[in-house]
């Protein structure tokens, strides 16, 4: 059982950074690939990026893709999602997951955080 917990979500202006952190419980982190997904309320939970366990391969959602950057650092057990040029429509709870292989559907993932929430304001 690997848990996951986010932090670093908050309240930033439209333009601005943010990053947010992942921390997983167990050394076997770095046997998973894993992910950052975000929700709105009302809606699905959506896919935003992956990375594969050893930080070779990552994917990026389009509407994400050249301003946010998914890393890890295995020998702390945490991931990170580097967030820039923050738009409105990034408000989200954004929350990180564990998969066995590197994967874009939720349906791969099978640990989840909390989650965090992200605001951007206009």
């Known amino acids: 059982q690997v848990q996951l917990v986010e932090s670093g979500g908050g309240l930033v202006q439209a333009g601005g950074s943010l990053t947010l952190s992942c921390a997983a419980s167990?050394?076997?982190?770095?046997?998973?690939?894993m992910g950052w997904f975000r929700q709105v309320p009302g809606k699905e939970r959506e896919f935003v990026a992956a990375i594969s366990w050893s930080n070779y391969s990552r994917y990026y959602a389009d509407s994400v893709k050249g301003r946010f950057t998914i890393s890890r650092d295995n020998t702390k057990n945490t991931l990170y999602l580097q967030m820039n040029s923050l738009k409105p429509e990034d408000t989200a709870v954004y929350y990180c997951a564990a998969s066995p292989s590197l994967a874009v559907t939720i349906a791969s993932y099978v640990y989840w955080g909390q989650g965090t929430q992200v605001t951007v304001s206009s």
């Open positions: 167990e050394r076997t982190f770095s046997s998973y690939a």
